[in-house]
Nanobody, 127 residues
């Protein structure tokens, strides 16, 4: 059974940092592109960041580029999202997702490409 378990969310003031983690089990982690998405109340889920299977390819939403960094550790079956200079508009539930990908160096930005999803972790940024 595939499980993606996010952690690291919380309540922080604007300008602070958080690091989210997503621990994967039940799948061959290194064969999956990994991504982070977020959903704010009353809004659709949106792409945040993605990292290729080998960690060499990354992609970001324009709204987080330069502030967020995605990385992965295939030896620990874990993907991370380092979030710096947080803004109130970053407030959302953050979801980890896994995409079975034949290509080692490409990342995925579309929700439909992802096969498995975590339950989410809440990030709240106060102004």
């Amino acid at each position: 059974q595939v499980q993606l378990v996010e952690s690291g969310g919380g309540l922080v003031p604007a300008g602070d940092s958080l690091r989210l983690s997503c621990a994967a089990s039940g799948l061959a982690f290194s064969r999956y592109t990994m991504g982070w998405f977020r959903q704010a109340p009353g809004k659709e889920r949106e792409f945040v960041a993605s990292v290729s299977r080998n960690g060499g390819g990354t992609g970001y939403a324009d709204s987080v580029k330069g502030r967020f960094t995605i990385s992965r550790d295939n030896s620990k079956n874990t993907v991370y999202l380092q979030m710096n200079s947080l803004k109130p508009e970053d407030t959302a539930a953050y979801y980890c997702a896994a995409d079975r990908n034949l290509y080692a160096s490409t990342y995925s930005t579309k929700m439909a490409e992802y096969d498995y999803w975590g339950q989410g972790t809440q990030v709240t940024v106060s102004s």
